[in-house]
């Protein structure tokens, strides 16, 4: 079968690292501590994606962005406390290597910091299988397509041969703005339901499921 897709972008945090629990609790937890209102777990989840500005711009829409400092601050305290013990998904070392080992572009668009994302391939030894990332605090954060539209660029690949693959909205948002076919992971952050309105080409609940997918058609 012809190869459809060269290069496959993947969202890290709920997509390929099952982290969305901690970055929840640590968000809620930092509101806690300087006494804003807290999140619901529901709330929290959904701006998971997003870089911490807008994030919090979400979730505590009534506080000053000077304030913002002290709560990423608090985030980052606690996010650390947890991350430690978060574990990419079942099968997705293995699926990376093998899409990497078959010729495929492999990406990252993430909300996560540049020094964020080098903390989380070094802690897993993955880095070198990417052949580009991008970062929400390196310009535009999801859903604006300006990581995509990087990515492409950078790696000289047109928006028909790209696949985004993500567990949020934001990242499927992200994509249909971009012109880019969408796969949505619902062991993520968000509900299928959700991911199924922004008309991805599947959507999916395992690494298993998504690297037998890509086999057939990617």
């Known amino acids: 079968m012809p190869r459809r897709f060269d290069l496959l972008v993947f969202d890290w945090d709920g997509t390929l690292?099952?982290?969305a629990a901690c970055i929840a609790s640590a968000l809620r937890a930092a509101c806690s501590d300087l006494g804003y209102g807290v999140p619901s777990e529901r709330d929290a989840r959904y701006v998971i994606g997003l870089g911490?500005?807008?994030?919090l711009a979400h979730v505590l829409p009534g506080i000053a962005s000077t304030e913002y400092p002290r709560v990423v601050e608090r985030y980052r305290h606690h996010f650390l406390l947890g991350d430690a013990g978060t574990t990419l998904f079942t099968g997705a070392s293995e699926m990376l290597r093998e899409l990497h080992d078959a010729g495929h572009l492999l990406a990252i668009a993430t909300g996560k910091s540049r020094k964020g994302l080098a903390r989380a391939l070094a802690g897993v030894a993955l880095d070198a299988l990417f052949h580009a990332t991008r970062?929400?605090?390196?310009?535009?954060?999801?859903?604006?397509p300006g990581m995509l539209n990087w990515l492409m660029d950078a790696l000289d690949v047109a928006p028909g041969r790209t696949?985004?693959?993500g567990?949020?909205?934001h990242d499927m948002a992200m994509a249909r703005a971009a012109?880019?076919?969408r796969l949505g992971m619902t062991h993520g952050a968000h509900e299928r339901a959700a991911l199924l309105e922004y008309g991805p080409v599947a959507?999916?609940?395992?690494c298993a499921e998504l690297r037998a997918w890509l086999r057939d058609h990617a």
Request: net charge negative.
């Open 17 to 19: 690292m099952d982290s």
């Open 52 to 55: 911490l500005h807008d994030a």
């Open 135 to 144: 970062c929400a605090d390196e310009g535009h954060s999801k859903p604006h």
């Open 163 to 165: 696949l985004m693959i």
């Open 167 to 169: 567990d949020t909205t």
């Open 179 to 181: 012109g880019v076919a």
């Open 203 to 206: 959507c999916l609940g395992s």
